[in-house]
Nanobody, 121 residues
Framework: QVQLVESGGGLVQAGWSLRLSCAAS????????MGWYRQPPGKERELVAT???????NYADSVKGRFTISRDNAKNTVYLQMHSLKPEDTAVYYC???????????????WGQGTQVTVSS
């Protein structure tokens, strides 16, 4: 079985920084892609950033220049460094990963349990 465990959320003031981490564990052959999504209060879940195994990254326009996604393939871990946080960044942040558990099967989509990030003005 595969699990994604997030950490690093919390309550911060506007302008501060936070770093989220997400570690994948279990039977893992490879992780073609990892990413972060968020769900603001009363809104739909939205993409924040994704990163491929070759470190090619993509960002939502709303976080470009403020957030940086990175991954440690040896640790099966993805990070989200968030700077210059704004009240509108307040959301539950979810880790996502496309994981191959064996070489001959397609990757499956996995989600973490979510971590709350609250930015006060």
């Amino acid at each position: 079985q595969v699990q994604l465990v997030e950490s690093g959320g919390g309550l911060v003031q506007a302008g501060w920084s936070l770093r989220l981490s997400c570690a994948a564990s279990g039977t893992i052959f490879s992780i073609p892609a990892m990413g972060w999504y968020r769900q603001p209060p009363g809104k739909e879940r939205e993409l924040v950033a994704t990163i491929a195994s070759n470190n090619n990254a993509n960002y939502a326009d709303s976080v470009k220049g403020r957030f940086t996604i990175s991954r440690d393939n040896a640790k099966n871990t993805v990070y989200l460094q968030m700077h210059s946080l704004k009240p509108e960044d307040t959301a539950v942040y979810y880790c996502n990963a496309h994981i191959k558990t064996v070489a001959w099967r397609p990757s499956a989509n996995y989600w973490g349990q979510g971590t709350q990030v609250t930015v006060s003005s």
